[in-house]
């Protein structure tokens, strides 16, 4: 049975952001498009939540490489998953705190 999916402010606020950027660089379509990608991918983490490495710096988060440009970081947190932040890859990760 697949898992609950939740956001923290923080990832929803990221998601928003990501959304936002894609509707206004490429259009409502492409970002339909990611947006049901995202939607795809949370599925699969909610069926499968270890499915993805945990970070090496922090165990307790995993991280999905959602595309070239970003990636999802998740916790499992018993009943459900935790969305904690959807983070830019090209961010220097000492500048980017999780």
């Not at 950027?21 to 270890?50: D, F, M, S």
Request: proline share 6%; aromatic share 12%.
């Amino acid at each position: 049975m697949p898992l609950k999916i939740k956001y923290s402010l923080r990832a929803l606020g990221e998601q928003i952001h990501l959304l936002e950027y894609i509707i206004k660089n490429y259009g409502v379509n492409k970002g339909n498009e990611i947006y049901q990608r995202i939607e795809n991918t949370l599925e699969l983490i909610a069926e499968n939540p270890e499915m993805f490495p945990s970070s090496l710096k922090k165990p307790e988060l995993r991280k999905c490489v959602f595309s070239k440009q970003t990636s999802i970081y998740y916790r499992i947190k018993g009943d459900y998953i935790e969305i904690v932040s959807f983070r830019p890859n090209g961010i220097d990760p000492k500048k980017f705190k999780l």
